[in-house]
């Protein structure tokens, strides 16, 4: 508007020429010379929808404060490039009555920055359908925190980007960073379907997290991923799928967040309570998590806390959800924590929920680890059943040199009910690796090659001739029993053993005990049946003629059976297991609290 002179007190008259849905935003008071223009008169309402005045001035000492729903649709006329404009809530807000939302921040560089703080207040019923990154604020650059997000709704067919309830990108990969603490999602119903060969993450909270924080934050509702067009085991067929965000890339960490509901991703894999694919190459820590929602992949990468997770340590997180990954060919990649792993630590974990995986590598805390894994402290007492072979009551299988597993337990059942390798710790030992320090308590139960601790130990193979570097030591198989149900003889079908079912000769078996009430049950009992059989070493290797060694895969390792009147904290205190981490005081070790 130029420049005019106006008198004090008398009227302006002012016409502006535009589309209708144009949109001007005046702040709560507007100085001309002398005076203070305080009100505009709209003389045709039939082509203006009239706001109230939103009250401040969007800085740090005086935000903007938005109490009705169109408060909320003035924010992006309120929005600008290049600085942080600040937001508050003042009020409970209902937008039943905006249809379709319009999320704030779309369009690169998405330089327009917001500090938006809840107050603790509620948005209830939004909604947003078939918009790019569908969400409220569309890309989220700056900060959110304090704030409820009840019973709304997204949804997107043919989905072109990522999306989820509170952004579809918290952050971008070019460096805008994010953070957001306090954001609570419940009731949502979230629905996103996708071209085979898309990559666009559906996350409760957000739908892809870069350079960015989220801490304290939950999701609880529905959340329904589903590929269309291609075949359900393609590699291509990524949906990464998580309750508090769909996808994590660089320099982004989740703290203390919890998920509950269900999520569903039908033809798609990475899925994960909490986030489906961790797919930074770096340290990405998620920490303290808790997953309650139950978790369902139709293809493989499948877990409590993270259906793939890149790199990074998962620490003192628990799932209690109910875990299946459903894909029918070669791999599941089903965890309670995690289903897949590039190197991490996992510590100071528990999963409480039941995991299911239609095909192999199925494990309580880890489905699989694809390079260096070490878990630590972690325990497992849902059921885990694998319906192909290498199932572990703690990993399925650890494919890396270097992996270990320590001062772990389970004690839920471990099943393959139709082919081998079910082991109450670990189902596949390749090379150079440990376990150490763990026991079971678990009902271990397959067709074939069944262990009470690891089920096979000889590099993926069944050469037990060659060495293969692997350690298990100070473990104790307190199992209720250990049980093979194909019965034949060890010379055609893989053998099976209270400790190890199949070992190399030339491992290191070091101190290992077994439950004198365990009941054993071999595929064949008069040639595999459970003795005392002394350690193993590469310089002191098991022969043909070790006691318990029989026919051609009957290699098992039984450790030695306690007295009547040990348990299992009195042998782990014999065994010196650190009391820094167990609480050896009654019959079953514990974790001590860290």
Not at 66 to 75: F, H, S, Y
Request: aromatic share 8%.
């Amino acid at each position: 508007v130029p420049e005019a002179q106006v008198e004090i007190s008398s009227g302006l008259k002012m016409t502006i020429i535009g589309e209708k849905s144009c949109t001007m935003i005046l702040s709560e008071q507007v100085r001309m010379g002398g005076g203070i223009l305080t009100g505009i008169k709209v003389t045709d309402t039939d082509d203006w929808t009239v706001y109230s005045v939103v009250k401040g001035e969007g800085t740090q000492a005086s935000p903007y404060i938005l109490k009705t729903p169109q408060d909320l649709e003035q924010m992006k006329g309120l929005m600008v490039s290049g600085r942080t404009v600040w937001f508050e809530l003042g009020a409970d807000i209902d937008m039943t009555d905006v249809l379709n939302w319009e999320p704030l921040n779309t369009t690169k560089p998405f330089d327009k920055a917001v500090h938006f703080d809840g107050k603790g207040f509620t948005i209830s019923n939004f909604s947003c359908k078939d918009k790019f990154y569908c969400s409220f604020f569309g890309v989220l650059n700056g900060y959110c925190a304090n704030v409820t997000f009840d019973k709304a709704s997204i949804a997107a067919q043919t989905a072109g980007s990522s999306m989820g309830v509170v952004a579809g990108f918290a952050g971008t990969a070019d460096g805008v960073h994010a953070s957001a603490e306090n954001i609570h999602v419940r009731n949502a119903s979230i629905n996103a379907t996708f071209k085979a060969g898309d990559i666009y993450p559906v996350g409760g909270i957000f739908g892809t997290m870069a350079y960015s924080a989220a801490t304290d934050c939950s999701f609880d509702g529905a959340l329904y991923s589903e590929a269309y067009g291609g075949a359900a085991e393609s590699n291509n067929n990524r949906c990464p799928s998580g309750g508090i965000a769909g996808r994590v890339r660089e320099s982004s960490s989740i703290t203390r967040c919890t998920s509950s509901g269900s999520i569903i991703a039908t033809k798609g894999r990475y899925i994960g309570g909490i986030a489906g694919w961790v797919s930074a190459s770096e340290n990405t820590p998620i920490t303290g998590c808790t997953n309650n929602a139950s978790v369902t992949g139709g293809v493989d990468r499948v877990a409590g806390i993270v259906g793939h997770y890149q790199q990074g340590t998962i620490s003192a997180c628990v799932n209690t959800g109910a875990i299946s990954a459903q894909y029918n060919d070669n791999i599941s990649g089903a965890g309670g924590i995690v289903g897949y792993s590039g190197p991490c630590n996992i510590v100071d974990c528990v999963n409480e929920g039941n995991v299911i995986g239609a095909k192999r590598y199925v494990g309580g805390i880890l489905g699989c680890g694809e390079n260096q894994t070490v878990i630590e402290r972690c325990c497992s007492t849902g059921e885990v059943t694998g319906g192909s072979r290498i199932v572990g009551g703690i990993a399925g299988c650890l494919l890396y040199a270097g992996s270990a597993i320590r001062n772990c337990w389970t004690s839920g059942k471990v099943v393959c009910p139709t082919d081998q390798q079910a082991g109450g710790i670990l189902g596949e030992m390749m090379q150079n690796q440990t376990v150490s320090c763990c026991y079971s308590t678990a009902a271990v139960e397959a067709a074939r090659v069944v262990a009470g601790i690891v089920s096979r130990a000889a590099g993926g193979g069944w050469t037990c001739t060659t060495s293969h570097g692997d350690t298990i030591e100070k473990c104790i198989a307190w199992n209720t029993y250990v049980k093979a149900t194909t019965s034949g003889s060890v010379s055609s079908l893989g053998g099976s053993g209270v400790v190890v079912g199949f070992t190399s000769f030339y491992n290191t078996l070091s101190s290992c005990w077994r439950s004198p009430s365990l009941v054993y049950t071999p595929s064949d009992t008069a040639g595999n049946a459970a003795c005392d059989q002394p350690d193993c070493s590469p310089s002191s290797p098991y022969s043909t003629s070790t006691p318990g060694i029989a026919g051609t895969y009957g290699r098992p390792y039984h450790g030695k059976v306690a007295a009547a009147g040990d348990t299992v904290s009195s042998l782990a205190t014999m065994l010196g297991w650190d009391t820094d981490i167990w609480d050896l005081t009654d019959d079953l070790p514990k974790f001590k609290k860290r």
